[in-house]
């Protein structure tokens, strides 16, 4: 810790590149909700198709 007391420049460095890790941290779990999301909306879609198959097998055929 006091290395950074005695090195200003390595202080605005570190706060610089702890700035750029949370940046990239924010990203990734951006992208980790957007697949969530998709495959959210795609298993719905599977779903909604496997119903609607089910229900044309249980109509009479008429």
């Known amino acids: 810790m006091f290395f950074l007391y005695d090195h200003l420049a390595a202080g605005g460095v570190v706060a610089t590149a ?11 779990v951006a992208d980790q909700d957007e697949t969530r999301q998709a495959s959210r909306h795609e298993r719905a879609l599977n779903a909604d198709e496997n119903l609607n198959a089910a229900a044309h097998a249980a109509a009479p055929a008429g």
């Open 18 to 28: 702890t700035a750029e890790v949370g940046e990239r941290r924010t990203q990734m």
